[in-house]
């Protein structure tokens, strides 16, 4: 996992250092001669050769480093240094740090939503296969699956928001400062996530249970006098929970590294949000920085799921 | 507990015929509809059981034995499966009972051992918890006194080190071991009715006769009926008091187990008696098979189910084609029941001829 994450690193380093755009070349300002461009590259280390270049920002990760050293004001980036936005004055890692937990509220918001309706959705399809509280689900499901988010983003904005006045409009506050203000932000960003992702849940959790209630240990179940609530929750839910498992791990850690369009559209300033930016400003250092950090979360989640599995399916436990 | 009881005072009441069966099945019928039609899975099954006593139900896959059985346990799905008849069990009718009431017997008054132990142990709990959930969906017991019982019923059955057994998980068992939990799981609560359906079919030659052994004390000490489903000849003479034969959805034949091995009547119990391997017979002998397959459940033959494969289908003067034969009692014997065409002496004599047949191989 650590060698994963090293190769990330050296990965998107070099990927970005291919792009051509010239970073010095940004941040030289309108009246840019090539002395000046030259005095630019030397203050962002760009004319060191790639490789020491590399070097000094893997060092950064572990123990900081400084940026123009010898100008007179040198830029101090303390461990773990992901880089200075030289286009915004800032610490790469400080940037992240802000977007992060609204992010990270974001997702977990809507998780928690979508797990729970998705899930219990799809019992409640499965236990009703065939007839129209299956099919009105499945319906609903597709519908939901294939709108896009900025369709029922804006349309939400649109009714709740605009029309109706119901909820003010979304501006992001830490739900520590303002519990209610939080929620009422976040609440349509949370149905926007759920409804996105629930739709692929319900289908999956359908066919998981609907494939395991014709097992033996099903019948076995039943045969000893179980309620039909603990027979399909208990023993058929479980048993197909694998799938749905490996699936939440990882989409909750896609979400983490930023959901771009919920996060534009209620104008959330997250990973989302800060990823787009980055791209649009061409501000490679901030683009690796969100890179390196949602693929961390990618990796993570991995062996997240990875652990769950033994926790969820005894036969996978080692010794 | 309470409620069953004035529940069986009430359906005495009304019953008063009832005998002393232990287990009556009258005019059993399950069918499927599928798109390819009705699969016509039971048809018109009737028997009954003594208490204490062993029902074996022998026939080949697709006879409809399983499908019996779980129509008893009440494990059919009523969505997909359309049944009729009358199943009696205590004075109890069976099939007429909301599900919530039949869910409440199945595990308590009657219990099933199933066929592949490997599939029907939940992969993911411990085989101790799963047998306290047993116990736990029919009466309040305090999880240490569960465990102990626990503990006791693997004694019972023969496994050895039950304290860590019941924390083990299935695939950590072999096959002999986890039937016994089966065994163990349908027995904690002293069903009276106790069904295995083929319970050594997936297992060693060797682990079989050890399961059957078990299955036979555990039934003395209970004094549990058993119904045991089977296509292997072996375990109906050395388990059952009484033989029913399934073909093509019925019975064909039924009676003492004696009396089926000794003198059977119907041609396909000849049938079934004649291929059976046997150690007496010398090695390179061949087997008498019955010709052709079992009839396709969708369109069973409309005379006797047994007519487009029976050698003696032309004594009967079509009458097998067209008739579909009654189960009857044969001439001297009121247990022994025989579902064919065939006169009864002719059976008598064509049964003589394939028994005296036999019993030359044997002695060549």
């Known amino acids: 996992m650590l060698l994963l994450l090293f190769l990330l690193t050296l990965v998107t380093f070099f990927l970005f250092n291919l792009l051509p755009v010239d970073p010095a070349r940004l941040t030289c300002g309108k009246i840019c001669t090539p002395a000046l ?9 760009l004319d060191l050769p790639p490789l020491d270049q590399y070097l000094a920002y893997f060092r950064g990760l572990f123990v900081g480093r400084t940026f123009s050293a010898d100008s007179p004001q040198p830029i101090v980036c303390s461990a773990p240094c992901l880089g200075y936005s030289f286009l915004r004055h800032e610490q790469v890692l400080s940037m992240i740090a802000r977007a992060v937990p609204v992010t990270f509220w974001l997702a977990l918001g809507g998780f928690i939503i979508w797990i729970i309706t998705g899930v219990s959705a799809g019992i409640y399809s499965a236990l009703h296969r065939g007839k129209w509280q299956d099919r009105t689900i499945m319906g609903i499901a597709l519908v939901g699956y294939s709108l896009p988010s900025f369709f029922i983003g804006l349309v939400l904005i649109f009714f709740v928001v605009l029309e109706w006045g119901w909820l003010p409009f979304p501006q992001f506050v830490p739900p520590n400062q303002n519990p209610l203000k939080f929620l009422q932000t976040m609440i349509l960003p949370w149905i926007v996530i759920a409804v996105l992702n629930a739709a692929f849940y319900v289908r999956l959790t359908r066919n998981q249970v609907l494939e395991t209630l014709g097992e033996d240990y099903v019948r076995t179940a039943r045969a000893k006098g179980l309620r039909e609530r603990v ?12 799938p749905i498992v490996t699936a939440a791990g990882l989409d909750l850690a896609y979400l983490l590294g930023g959901a771009i369009i919920t996060e534009s559209i209620f104008s959330l300033p997250g990973m989302g949000v800060l990823a787009v930016q980055s791209v649009v400003d061409s501000d490679l250092p901030v683009i690796a920085g969100v890179t390196l950090v949602s693929a961390t979360f990618i990796i993570v989640a991995n062996l997240i799921v990875d652990l769950l599995y033994a926790v969820v399916d005894p036969r996978v436990r080692v010794g | 507990m309470i409620g069953r009881i004035t529940r069986t005072v009430d359906r005495i009441s009304t019953t008063a015929t009832e005998e002393r069966d232990f287990l009556t099945v009258k005019n059993l019928k399950v069918a499927f509809p599928t798109e390819d039609g009705l699969v016509q899975a039971v048809d018109d099954v009737s028997f009954a059981v003594e208490k204490g006593s062993t029902l074996a139900i022998v026939g080949e896959s697709g006879s409809g034995k399983s499908v019996t059985a779980q129509a008893v346990m009440g494990l059919l799905d009523r969505r997909t499966a359309k049944v009729s008849g009358e199943i009696w069990l205590n004075n109890v009718e069976l099939l007429g009972l909301p599900s919530s009431e039949m869910q409440a017997m199945r595990g308590d008054d009657l ?15 411990r085989v101790g918890d799963q047998i306290v959930e047993a116990m736990r969906a029919h009466r309040k017991v305090k999880p240490k006194e569960a465990k102990r019982e626990v503990v006791d019923m693997f004694k019972r059955v023969g496994i050895p080190a039950p304290e860590r057994r019941v924390d083990a998980f299935p695939h950590q068992l072999s096959g002999g071991m986890r039937q016994r939990v089966m065994i163990a799981m349908a027995l904690i609560n002293s069903p009276d009715l106790l069904i295995a359906d083929e319970p050594t079919t997936a297992l060693d030659v060797t682990v079989q006769a050890q399961i059957l052994e078990l299955i036979q004390d555990l039934q003395k000490d209970f004094g549990t009926t058993v119904i045991v489903i089977t296509h292997d000849l072996g375990i109906v003479a050395d388990m059952a008091d009484e033989v029913a034969v399934m073909y093509g959805a019925r019975i064909v034949e039924r009676g003492p187990t004696k009396t089926i091995f ?13 291929s059976i391997p046997r150690m007496d017979v010398e090695a390179g002998g061949r087997l008498l098979p019955i010709p052709g397959n079992p009839p396709s459940p969708i369109r069973l033959p409309k005379g006797c189910v047994f007519e487009p494969r029976c050698r003696y289908k032309a004594m009967t003067n079509g009458l097998s084609e067209t008739v579909r034969p009654e189960l009857l009692p044969t ?9 064919c065409h065939l006169m009864p002496e002719t059976r008598k004599r064509i049964a003589g001829e394939v028994l005296a047949s036999l019993a030359e191989a044997t002695k060549a």
Not at chain 2, 262 to 274: D, N, Q
Not at chain 2, 331 to 339: F, I, K, Q, T, Y
């Open chain 2, 262 to 274: 000794e003198t059977p009547e119907m041609p396909y119990t000849l049938g079934l008696l004649s």
């Open chain 1, 231 to 242: 027979v399909v929750v208990k023993h058929a839910l479980r048993a197909g929970l694998t």
């Open chain 1, 37 to 45: 461009l030259e005095i630019n590259r030397h203050r962002l280390g």
């Open chain 2, 111 to 125: 219990a099933m051992i199933f066929q592949d132990p490997m599939s029907s142990l939940h992969p993911f709990y």
């Open chain 2, 331 to 339: 001439a001297g014997s009121p247990d022994h029941l025989v579902r």
